[in-house]
């Protein structure tokens, strides 16, 4: 079965600061990684997603991911988090290529504090 | 409207009654997913429609647990005899049909469910 592992539940961070948010999946043939972000009090919405070429994928909001196959991981990173990147945000992986069933991570809380 | 609408938003329940929860895909969505946030945890996939073929129902949790769609528009999930257990976000997502385009979901705020 697929699984999917974000190593931090919380990541508080000062405003300006660059941050990481650390994602790792079960290893599969086919990979296709997904970062998805929940503000408060919202549905949540696609950030960002890995299907195939470059392993260095910009997602909206200066947000952007590296995928690193020998490591099957897919960190997260923004260089510099305002206080609006405040919001809940999910790693998700399907090894099906049809969306039917994404695994989603447990998701990590950002805090970015003035 | 333009998005995944789901209701109720909130929802307070008494152990063992039953509880509907409904979602209102985007137009032209025929792909809808059914999944469980439980708190501090991931989501958890309880079962997804594709257009008029059979549903994939291997996530639902146990035969308490129901869901319907008519067509291509309004999905209901049905729990009954509600458990304490079943207390989490119910969250809806639809996309256009899962063969052309790949894990780009739309989701709804989700509807909170708290058993007493």
């Known amino acids: 079965a697929q699984s999917v592992t974000q190593l931090d539940s919380q990541v508080p961070v000062f405003e300006e600061a660059p941050v990481e948010l650390r994602c790792n999946y079960s290893?599969?043939?086919?990979?296709?990684l997904f970062w998805y972000v929940q503000y408060p009090n919202q549905g949540l919405q696609l950030l960002l997603k890995?299907?195939?070429?470059?392993?260095l994928v910009k997602g909206i909001n200066g947000f952007e991911a590296e995928f690193n196959k020998s490591q099957t991981s897919f960190h997260l990173r923004k260089p510099s988090v305002h206080i609006s990147d405040t919001a809940e945000y999910f790693c998700?992986?399907?090894?099906?290529?049809?969306?039917?069933?994404?695994?989603f991570g447990s998701g990590t809380q950002l805090t970015v504090l003035p | 409207g333009a998005g995944v609408s789901q209701s109720p938003s909130n929802k307070v329940t008494e152990k063992g009654k039953d509880v509907e929860l409904r979602c209102d895909p985007i137009?032209?969505?025929?792909?809808l997913y059914w999944y469980r946030q439980r708190l501090g945890q991931g989501l958890e996939f309880l079962i997804y429609?594709?257009?008029?073929?059979?549903?994939?129902k291997s996530g639902l949790p146990s035969d308490r647990f129901s869901a319907e769609r008519t067509g291509e528009s309004v999905s209901t999930l049905t729990i009954q005899r509600t458990q304490q257990e079943d207390s989490a976000v119910y969250l809806c997502?639809?996309?256009?049909?899962?063969?052309?385009?790949?894990?780009?979901?739309?989701f709804g705020e989700g509807s909170r469910l708290t058993v007493l």
């Open positions: 997502a639809s996309s256009f049909p899962s063969g052309q385009t790949t894990g780009e979901l739309f």
């Open positions: 290893s599969s043939v086919s990979v296709y």
């Open positions: 890995y299907l195939s070429g470059s392993t």
């Open positions: 137009s032209g969505h025929t792909a």
């Open positions: 998700a992986h399907d090894s099906s290529g049809s969306a039917r069933q994404l695994t």
């Open positions: 429609f594709q257009g008029n073929s059979a549903p994939d």
